[in-house]
């Protein structure tokens, strides 16, 4: 995955150390409201949103932000 990452930077954002997800597709970002702090990316045409691991937070949180 890290070689695809590189390679597909503008097109794709790892969100977990096994996923990366297309940018065209992110919808918004969610934290879970009850136990932990999890966060949630929701996907475009999906009913299931994605982990995001605290790691890549960070960096999820700025493309979204970059993005609006």
Same mark, same amino acid.
């Given at each position: 995955? %890290?070689? @695809? +990452? +590189? ?8 969100? /977990? #150390?096994?996923? @990366?997800?297309?940018? #065209?597709?992110?919808?918004? @970002?969610?934290?879970? #409201? /009850? ?6 990316? %929701?996907? %475009? /045409?999906?009913?299931?949103? @994605? ?9 999820? #949180? ?7």
């Amino acid at each position: 995955l %890290k070689t @695809l +990452e +590189e390679d597909f930077a503008p097109w794709f954002l790892r969100i /977990h #150390r096994k996923a @990366l997800v297309a940018t #065209r597709f992110i919808a918004s @970002l969610e934290r879970e #409201r /009850h136990g932990e702090q999890h966060h949630w990316l %929701k996907v %475009k /045409h999906s009913p299931n949103p @994605l982990p995001v691991s605290r790691r890549r937070l960070a960096e999820v #949180r700025r493309f979204i932000t970059d993005q609006n």
